[in-house]
T-cell receptor
Framework: LAKTTQPISMDSYEGQEVNITCSHNNIATNDYITWYQQFPSQGPRFIIQ???TKVTNEVASLFIPADRKSSTLSLPRVSLSDTAVYYC??????????FGGGTRLMVKP | DGGITQSPKYLFRKEGQNVTLSCEQN?????MYWYRQDPGQGLRLIYY???????QKGDIAEGYSVSREKKESFPLTVTSAQKNPTAFYLC????????????????FGQGTRLTVV
């Protein structure tokens, strides 16, 4: 199983761009990289998914280099409501979803 | 509305008792999961099921049991063998694909907070 490593916490200010990097050195050829967001006392929510290069949706962008050993979630112009825990997942064979500790993002006014 | 429902939201259990947490989905998803989350920690996988009548242990299955008799339902029983069951339990489902096919996102319920009294 591909294990992920991401920073435990990050601080930012409203209006800034936030980049959270995740390393996954043992990613397999058929694995996808997926990011989830979790607010306190709620279930995680899907943000974005990618396989290679760049993916963008209305919430975030995901950058994946050619070797796929890492990925970067980019949140443009964060607001206070973006304060949450962000999880990076590499989806293993059989769709088993394994979460790591996540990155606690604190957005300050 | 389609979605995944966990019940109850809060549950209190006396020591030595078994308790069952409900998880129902009407998304026609193949795969279902149970996670445990302790305060300030990430999610840890308890059990997952890719198809009816089949399930696999996750990282912390000891003291827990599950069944998957229907596609829509994946109840979790916390047994008396689980020494520290107080936690936030999350159920999720996803449209299962075989390895090599595109992965689809997982949807989570709102969770059940279990407290042992």
């Amino acid at each position: 199983l591909a294990k992920t490593t991401q920073p435990i916490s990050m601080d930012s200010y409203e209006g800034q761009e936030v980049n959270i990097t995740c390393s996954h050195n043992n990613i397999a050829t058929n694995d996808y990289i997926t990011w989830y967001q979790q607010f306190p006392s709620q279930g995680p929510r899907f943000i974005i998914q990618g396989y290679k290069t760049k993916v963008t949706n209305e919430v975030a962008s995901l950058f994946i280099p050619a070797d796929r050993k890492s990925s970067t979630l980019s949140l443009p112009r964060v607001s206070l409501s973006d304060t949450a825990v962000y999880y990076c997942l590499v989806v293993a064979a059989g769709n088993m979803l394994t979460f790591g500790g996540g990155t606690r993002l604190m957005v300050k006014p | 509305d389609g979605g995944i429902t966990q019940s109850p939201k809060y549950l209190f259990r006396k020591e030595g008792q078994n308790v069952t947490l409900s998880c129902e989905q009407n998304l026609n998803h193949d795969a279902m999961y149970w996670y445990r989350q302790d305060p300030g920690q990430g999610l840890r996988l308890i059990y997952y099921s890719q198809i009816v009548n089949d399930f696999q242990k996750g990282d912390i299955a000891e003291g827990y049991s599950v069944s998957r008799e229907k596609k829509e339902s994946f109840p979790l029983t916390v047994t008396s063998a689980q020494k520290n069951p107080t936690a936030f339990y999350l159920c999720a489902s996803s449209l299962h694909k075989l390895r090599g096919d595109r992965y689809t996102e997982a949807f989570f319920g709102q969770g059940t907070r279990l407290t042992v009294v």
